[in-house]
């Protein structure tokens, strides 16, 4: 009993990984990311803490589609953005705090900026500075191909958008960046987990 305690207690003290999860101000597919998180989260929870990084705007967003308290008991912290330098978010992937910052899902505003190298908003700043300092970027563009979609307004209604080609354009941008990885859909982050992270096996 005595050995199982000490190596429970080893295994608590084991220094985790981290990932930053960026989450901007995008309805789309944000509650599908948010679901695939959590299920990563709970398969990986014993390697990897996920800290949640809300844009402004993200926060507004998360709390229109009432998932800022499931962000809040699910993940190991919850920032919001206050400006582009604080949290420190790009400071601490530059230190290497975190094996990489994710951005999902990516409006086409940070998507916009982030191709242009324009850092002033907290997750804008923090995925080119980090670029700077080779810490990778993995980002699902809520705007990923020319065409209409239909997303889901937080009431649960139905809207048609057009994405645009200048949208599509500016992925394609970021898609050239070195250490920029474009993910398609909430699923593909499941792929990014698995290639940076080990399950640890139970016995
Ligand atoms: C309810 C709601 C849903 C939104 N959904 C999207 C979206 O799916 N894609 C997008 O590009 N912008 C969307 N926006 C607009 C962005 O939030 C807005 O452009 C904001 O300035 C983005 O800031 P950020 O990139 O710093 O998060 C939405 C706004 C609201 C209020």
Redesign the pocket.
Known sequence: MAMEVLMENKKEKKEKRKVAWGI?????RLVETVEVMKEIRKQYKNEVDIVVYL????D??VK?YRLFNDLKEDFDRVQVEINPNSPFLAGQLQLGKFDFLLIA?A????VAKISMGIAD?L?CNASIMGLKAFVPSYIMP??YEEGMIV?QL?NGRDMKLRIRKEEVERVKKLACMEDVIILEKPEEIRQVFKKHFRLEKVQ
């Open positions: 901007t101000g995008s309805g789309d844009s402004k705007a993200g507004q967003v229109y899902p409006t086409s505003n940070t908003s997750l809520s705007d997303t937080p």
